[in-house]
């Protein structure tokens, strides 16, 4: 037989070989099916059929010879072609489901030894020869008691955290003791701040007033010193540094010997405001003498720890029975108008913030007649640090919260905060926190357990104004995963949490954004083996 095809080809004569003409011409419409894809059919078709006619063989000797039609010969070829398992692959998984799902609900002895590695499932499996049923519930029962020992483990990671951040770390404690001991000793270190000719300045409402208030003699100077380098007129910088009574001396020692000058620092201990009495102050008397509040913030930490737990809610339950949140320096930024009866403006900044950008253009917010000039905690992509609403602060459970606030109502941060003082003292801001502690106080601490923060979300309710986020981004002591470019560029990042980068727990990838403020050549700070991170 020939196969002729003619010059144009659009015709295809077939002849057979005793040369008679076959009565076959096939004639090709060119418009319609080209000679290309003819040729290229027949490749493929030349390329397939050996392999069809091998899998027809192999399928032919295994039974599929019964199928009557192409649809059964396509059930069996069309896994095998497709590199998928047959029918019996398929039965087994779903019986391996039905077993699955039965034991789901079958309750686990507890008196079980089980294997605590996957090696040690693989040997228990193939020595014991379980059957199916058997292997479903050891799975079960080993899965759920890895999953309690890893649950177990976060826990007690948490519980650690928690031990380490409301300690002292050593060389922050001998830093005071050394500072304090200057204090007695040298005079240069008990040098009036700021000196006499500069005093008035410490009223002087064109410059700007930044506010803190700690204990921590490092996490201040790191604070201050965050400020003033990023300031693009650290001339007009005024710091009150406020501290409590046991750290002022220390505290004073020094920025009197660590002078930042032309920024003006002021230091102040509590004990040196004549406003700050028990009269005016009645709360934290309370506060003090309130068995229930000492109890749980002095009291045994591990008590009520439930290993059922979420470990992120066990963290946020130990965080907010920090022994701070009993302290008159947490409490003090709701007295600022009291404090500094002749500034109109001043921003309050937390001792665990490092300022990365001038901050001057705050000041030229406009309030809008608003107190509090604050970022706000319920707006952003990482919903655990930006995903607060009242819900995550209040219980709502209780009758007095559920009849006075909105669980949908978004929170604010505290940590960098522009506060407008002359508006904030045409208002009942300070009598409605004071009237709110005392209500958690007498509910026994059943309206809220996280600090003082709860109180200043309703006491400050219709006076905020919300400022755009990347002036205060925060996070950086709870959030690992925190976006470093997003750290880069915020003008404030905040280590609110446990993680503080003073400390061992710190995140060691988050903590060069504070340690490049700290002078670790500094005598006081070599003495006492405050180390430079690696």
Same mark, same amino acid.
């Given at each position: 037989?020939?196969?002729?095809?003619?010059?144009?080809?659009?015709?295809?004569?077939?002849?057979?070989? $005793?040369?008679?003409?076959? @009565?076959?011409?096939?004639?090709?419409?060119?418009?319609?099916?080209?000679?290309?894809? @003819?040729?290229?059919?027949?490749?493929?078709?030349?390329?397939?059929?050996?392999?069809?006619?091998?899998?027809?063989?192999?399928?032919?000797?295994?039974?599929?010879?019964?199928?009557?039609?192409?649809?059964?010969?396509?059930?069996?070829?069309?896994?095998?072609?497709?590199?998928?398992?047959?029918?019996?692959?398929?039965?087994?998984?779903?019986?391996?489901?039905?077993?699955?799902?039965?034991? $789901?609900?079958?309750?686990?002895?507890?008196?079980?030894?089980?294997?605590?590695?996957?090696?040690?499932?693989?040997?228990?499996?193939?020595?014991?020869?379980?059957?199916?049923?058997?292997?479903?519930?050891?799975?079960?029962?080993?899965?759920?008691?890895?999953?309690?020992?890893?649950?177990?483990?976060? @826990?007690?990671?948490?519980?650690?955290?928690?031990?380490?951040?409301?300690?002292?770390?050593?060389?922050?404690?001998?830093?005071?003791? &050394?500072?304090?001991?200057?204090?007695?000793?040298?005079?240069?270190?008990?040098?009036?701040?700021?000196?006499?000719?500069?005093?008035?300045?410490?009223?002087?409402?064109?410059?700007?007033?930044?506010?803190?208030?700690?204990?921590?003699?490092?996490?201040?100077?790191?604070?201050?010193? !965050?400020?003033?380098?990023?300031?693009?007129?650290?001339?007009?910088?005024?710091?009150?540094?406020?501290?409590?009574?046991?750290?002022?001396?220390?505290?004073?020692?020094?920025?009197? =010997?660590?002078?930042?000058?032309?920024?003006?620092?002021?230091?102040?201990?509590?004990?040196?405001?004549?406003?700050?009495?028990?009269?005016?102050?009645?709360?934290?008397?309370?506060?003090?003498?309130?068995?229930?509040? &000492?109890?749980?913030?002095?009291?045994?930490?591990?008590?009520?720890?439930?290993?059922?737990?979420?470990?992120?809610?066990?963290?946020?339950?130990?965080?907010?029975?920090?022994?701070?949140?009993?302290? @008159?320096?947490?409490?003090?930024?709701?007295?600022?108008?009291?404090?500094?009866?002749?500034?109109?403006?001043?921003?309050?900044?937390?001792?665990?913030?490092?300022?990365? &950008?001038?901050?001057?253009?705050?000041?030229?917010?406009?309030?809008?007649?608003?107190?509090?000039?604050?970022?706000?905690?319920?707006?952003?992509?990482?919903?655990?640090?930006?995903?607060?609403?009242?819900?995550?602060?209040?219980?709502?459970?209780?009758?007095?919260?559920?009849?006075?606030?909105?669980?949908?109502?978004?929170?604010?941060?505290?940590?960098?905060?522009?506060?407008?003082?002359?508006?904030?003292?045409?208002?009942?801001?300070?009598?409605?926190?004071?009237?709110?502690?005392?209500?958690?106080?007498? !509910?026994?601490?059943?309206?809220?357990?996280?600090?003082?923060?709860?109180?200043?979300?309703?006491?400050?309710?219709?006076?905020?104004?919300?400022?755009?986020?990347?002036?205060?981004?925060?996070?950086?002591?709870?959030?690992?995963?925190?976006?470093?470019?997003?750290?880069?560029?915020?003008?404030?990042?905040?280590?609110?949490?446990?993680?503080?980068?003073? =400390?061992?727990?710190?995140?060691?990838?988050?903590?060069?954004?504070?340690?490049?403020?700290?002078?670790?050549?500094?005598?006081?700070?070599? !003495?006492?083996?405050?180390?430079?991170?690696?």
């Amino acid at each position: 037989m020939q196969i002729r095809f003619s010059p144009s080809m659009r015709s295809i004569t077939i002849s057979s070989s $005793n040369g008679f003409l076959d @009565l076959m011409k096939v004639k090709v419409a060119a418009r319609h099916f080209s000679y290309r894809t @003819l040729f290229h059919t027949i490749l493929i078709l030349a390329f397939l059929l050996p392999f069809v006619f091998i899998l027809t063989a192999v399928v032919t000797l295994e039974g599929v010879n019964k199928c009557s039609s192409f649809d059964c010969l396509g059930r069996r070829l069309g896994p095998r072609f497709l590199g998928r398992g047959g029918d019996d692959s398929v039965k087994l998984v779903k019986d391996l489901y039905k077993i699955l799902d039965q034991v $789901n609900s079958e309750e686990i002895p507890v008196d079980q030894k089980l294997p605590e590695s996957f090696g040690e499932f693989l040997s228990d499996m193939k020595n014991n020869k379980y059957d199916a049923k058997t292997f479903a519930v050891r799975l079960k029962a080993t899965m759920e008691n890895m999953a309690r020992e890893v649950k177990r483990s976060r @826990l007690a990671e948490q519980l650690h955290k928690h031990f380490a951040a409301t300690s002292i770390p050593k060389g922050i404690h001998c830093l005071s003791l &050394r500072l304090t001991d200057e204090y007695s000793s040298n005079a240069q270190a008990r040098k009036q701040l700021p000196p006499p000719e500069l005093l008035p300045l410490l009223s002087d409402n064109s410059y700007h007033h930044f506010v803190i208030a700690t204990d921590n003699i490092l996490a201040a100077s790191v604070v201050v010193n !965050s400020v003033v380098g990023s300031s693009l007129e650290p001339e007009r910088v005024v710091f009150h540094v406020i501290t409590d009574k046991k750290t002022y001396p220390g505290m004073h020692s020094w920025f009197a =010997l660590n002078p930042l000058s032309p920024a003006i620092i002021e230091v102040k201990g509590v004990h040196q405001f004549d406003w700050l009495t028990r009269e005016n102050v009645p709360v934290l008397e309370a506060i003090e003498n309130h068995h229930g509040v &000492r109890n749980h913030y002095l009291g045994n930490h591990i008590m009520g720890a439930n290993v059922s737990d979420n470990p992120r809610i066990f963290a946020s339950k130990l965080q907010a029975r920090s022994p701070k949140y009993i302290s @008159l320096l947490n409490h003090l930024r709701i007295y600022l108008p009291e404090l500094f009866p002749k500034l109109n403006k001043v921003v309050f900044l937390d001792d665990d913030v490092v300022i990365q &950008r001038d901050l001057s253009p705050l000041w030229e917010i406009d309030l809008s007649g608003k107190v509090n000039g604050a970022v706000e905690t319920c707006k952003g992509e990482d919903t655990w640090v930006m995903g607060k609403l009242f819900r995550t602060y209040f219980n709502f459970s209780h009758p007095l919260i559920a009849n006075k606030l909105d669980p949908n109502e978004c929170a604010w941060a505290y940590g960098m905060n522009i506060f407008d003082l002359n508006a904030w003292r045409k208002t009942s801001i300070r009598e409605t926190y004071h009237y709110w502690v005392k209500e958690n106080l007498k !509910s026994n601490l059943t309206l809220w357990k996280l600090g003082t923060l709860p109180p200043a979300l309703i006491a400050f309710r219709g006076f905020v104004h919300p400022i755009d986020p990347s002036w205060h981004m925060l996070g950086l002591g709870y959030q690992e995963k925190t976006d470093l470019d997003s750290v880069r560029k915020a003008a404030v990042i905040h280590y609110n949490g446990q993680c503080k980068p003073w =400390l061992e727990i710190g995140y060691k990838h988050l903590q060069p954004f504070w340690t490049r403020h700290v002078n670790y050549s500094n005598d006081f700070i070599r !003495s006492c083996h405050i180390l430079e991170p690696q």
